[in-house]
């Protein structure tokens, strides 16, 4: 039997066996047989706490884990198998189990997106999210949301007790991703009594549309609406 095959069959491992399954659809065979080529121990390990974060995110929100075209699955998969931090995990979680649900949603994009940001990256955007809007008392991100400031490491502003912006995150990385762009504002002022103008130019960071739409599929999808709408 393969390393993953002997890891997936033991003990608890089932249900990760029956979500694959589900997860797979008609293709399950033919998936399982491809994947067990690739993944060795430690990578099955990782597949194997990726597939359970998957199956809670999905039960929390009270939804069943249906086929997910191949391919999403087989690259999902693949580049989660090779993460053992709990930040990438759960997002590789999220993204699988919002495939199953809303396919059109996720972009294959997201894939390349998610594969590309370090652990680091990861739980600082997630940690920028989440203090963007507390800061702003929003529930969710809109297109061109201003990033809370101290976002990038600018000291004179304060960040959340505990944590502080990694060494090796800049904003350059996320703006090749689409993540977040750079805006502008140029405000002049006239002075009268030396008769000329003078300006001065503020900036900041904004979420796109882009890391709305990869954010949410990252996040998983939402519970599911009762009959009456609560």
């Not at 039960?59 to 931090?85: K, Q």
């Amino acid at each position: 039997m393969s390393d993953l095959g002997e890891i997936v069959k033991s003990g608890p491992a089932d249900k990760v066996v029956d979500l694959l399954h589900r997860l797979a659809g008609p293709m399950f065979d033919e998936f399982g047989a491809i994947l067990a080529d690739k993944v060795r121990v430690y990578r099955a390990k990782n597949l194997v706490s990726t597939m359970r974060k998957t199956e809670r995110i999905l039960r929390e929100a009270g939804l069943p884990a249906n086929a997910v075209p191949t391919r999403l699955l087989l690259p999902i998969m693949e580049a989660s198998s090779v993460e053992n931090t709990e930040t990438l995990q759960e997002m590789w979680a999220g993204l699988l189990a919002t495939a199953s649900q809303q396919t059109d949603s996720v972009s294959p994009s997201f894939i390349e997106t998610l594969k590309q940001l370090t652990p680091d990256e990861a739980l600082h955007l997630e940690v920028v999210c989440q203090e963007t809007l507390k800061s702003q008392e929003k529930e969710h991100l809109t297109d061109g949301t201003e990033l809370v400031l101290w976002a990038f490491g600018a000291r004179i502003f304060v960040g959340p007790k505990g944590f502080d912006v990694p060494q090796g995150v800049y904003p350059d990385t996320y703006e090749r991703l689409g993540l977040i762009r750079r805006t502008y504002e140029v405000k002049s002022h006239f002075e009268a009594w030396e008769a000329k103008v003078s300006s001065e130019v503020d900036g900041w960071y904004e979420f796109t549309e882009y890391a709305i739409r990869f954010l949410d599929a990252c996040h998983g999808p939402r519970p599911a609406k009762s009959a009456d709408g609560s």
